[in-house]
């Protein structure tokens, strides 16, 4: 029996696959989706660190220049390890073949329509076999130009990639496979933009609007809350246009009410809200709904009404102060964060001002400054009135100071509330300063807001995953140091 069992060929093992993500939470998603395809493809997921992958698939970011920058550092260090690499995502959409002709070390460049196939695509680059570059489109083009006729129209054309394998999700088979072990998790409600910013090139790489189905969203929701997520972060790139394809009008609020009461989800926040489409509903329903964090993510880029002119965006210091007003007459602790782009083309010294005057009086709780840059394809790249590089950096080092001395003070100001703060991290316990517990408020977003460090003699009783009624005691710049008063929701079934 021992040689019969020696001539006996080892069962071939499953290909080994590591993922590694770039870029925004909407990218989170696609990677998820990704890793759910692969597995029931058969492909084991690996650590990308581990040195065991066969592949490793970097799902790239093409923002702006810096994002671009990291995408193509990261492949290239994956292609350091010895295992064979293959760009998709966001910059692999967007240059396709360009990109792989710059970059040799990366075996195949996908394009989004290559999703479905990917685990075939990854067995042709083991197999020495040579994968086309993806050639791109303007993925406008790619779906009606009527909102109404679009749901129809994904079923059976381009990939939209974050919509899972199309409707229905099922919960027995999930089409996401988890990559986080986390109790917060973001939950894509829509893909593509139908807005025309002058500064922006994502319409044309990740296509016009397209809402998931809302019955499809609740479905994934469950299935995230029975793997023990306890936050759902709503994701899009214009989440306040939910539901406008699909003749929904509140469509929006109306998810936010029902995911609400999804039984072991304790908070659903909103990312993403485009301020000249936010209607006084949605204001109430985000300030004053129970289950809803109190958090408002609005891109306001800019408050000089010239400048929001030129890019192609609506609204003014004036309209934007009142928008907040709004806001804080529902809920006056709610939490307000948002991105402002400087040196834009033509924009003068006048303009800066009133950027800062507007800074200084919205009391944000987070702000994210970015310099301008010329991003391929767009209509800001023709307007006259550029700024050399040192003008952009002297305008974001002017700007990033007063912002990090203003959300300081937002945040000295909450000293004395109460918040209730969602555990996500309890350290080992230190003999001198005790246990160190992370989380975060109400206001505070993942990973581009500040956290709460719980501290005192009840840090060390509470669980990842837990909710906790605490009392801000101090605050060091956007952090805040609190103290357990209660427990309100136990973590439960959290992994």
């Not at 409707?167 to 988890?178: L, N």
């Not at 907040?324 to 003068?348: C, D, H, K, M």
């Not at 990842?464 to 605490?470: I, P, T």
Request: some cysteine; hydrophobic content about 40%; overall charge negative.
């Amino acid at each position: 029996m021992a040689g019969y069992a020696e001539r006996v060929p080892a069962s071939p093992r499953s290909p080994r696959a590591a993922l590694v993500t770039l870029g925004c939470a909407r990218n989170e998603v696609d990677s998820e989706e990704l890793a759910g395809r692969l597995t029931e493809d058969g492909w084991e997921l690996v650590d990308p660190d581990g040195g065991l992958a066969d592949v490793v698939v970097v799902n790239t970011c093409g923002f702006i220049a810096g994002a671009k920058k990291d995408s193509i550092d990261t492949l290239l260090a994956a292609a350091d390890t010895g295992a064979k690499v293959v760009a998709v995502g966001c910059l692999a959409e967007r240059y396709g073949a360009e990109l792989a002709q710059s970059l040799p070390e990366a075996q195949a460049v996908l394009g989004f329509d290559a999703y479905p196939q990917l685990g075939t695509r990854l067995r042709e680059v083991l197999a020495g076999q040579v994968v086309p570059a993806h050639q791109p489109v303007d993925r406008r083009t790619r779906l009606p130009i009527t909102p109404v006729s679009r749901p129809a129209a994904v079923a059976g054309g381009p990939v939209v990639p974050g919509h899972g394998w199309g409707p229905p999700f099922a919960p027995a088979r999930p089409r996401r496979r988890r990559l986080a072990n986390s109790p917060v998790a973001p939950l894509k409600i829509a893909s593509g933009c139908d807005r025309r910013c002058a500064f922006c090139a994502i319409p044309a790489f990740r296509g016009a609007f397209v809402s998931r189905p809302l019955a499809d969203v609740l479905a994934e929701a469950a299935w995230l809350a029975a793997s023990g997520v306890r936050e759902l972060v709503l994701v899009s790139e214009n989440s306040t246009s939910y539901g406008k394809d699909l003749g929904r009008p509140g469509a929006l609020e109306e998810l936010l009410r029902r995911l609400a009461v999804l039984p072991g989800i304790v908070r659903t926040r909103v990312s993403y809200l485009q301020p000249a489409e936010i209607r006084p509903a949605l204001v109430a329903t985000i300030a004053s709904t129970p289950g809803v964090a109190r958090y408002f993510d609005l891109s306001f880029q800019h408050a000089s009404a010239p400048v929001l002119r030129r890019m192609r965006r609506f609204g003014s210091r004036e309209s934007f102060l009142a928008l907040l007003a709004q806001i804080r007459r529902y809920a006056p602790t709610a939490g307000a964060r948002s991105n402002v782009i400087v040196g834009f083309p033509g924009e003068t010294e006048a303009d800066i001002a009133e950027l800062e005057r507007f800074l200084t009086e919205t009391r944000l709780d987070a702000v994210g400054v970015f310099g301008y840059s010329d991003e391929d394809g767009t209509e800001a790249t023709d307007l006259p009135g550029k700024h050399d590089a040192d003008t952009i950096g002297e305008r974001v080092a002017r700007i990033s100071e007063l912002v990090e001395q203003l959300t300081a003070q937002r945040a000295e100001e909450r000293i004395g509330e109460t918040v209730d703060v969602l555990v996500e991290a309890v350290a080992e316990t230190d003999a001198q300063t005790g246990t160190e517990t992370l989380g975060r408020a109400e206001h505070q977003a993942p990973e581009v807001d500040g956290e709460c460090v719980l501290t005192g003699s009840g840090a060390g009783s509470v669980a990842r995953g837990d909710v906790v009624r605490c009392r801000v005691i101090a605050a060091e710049g956007v952090d805040l140091l609190v103290t357990p008063m209660e427990l309100i929701a136990p973590a439960g079934g959290v992994p």
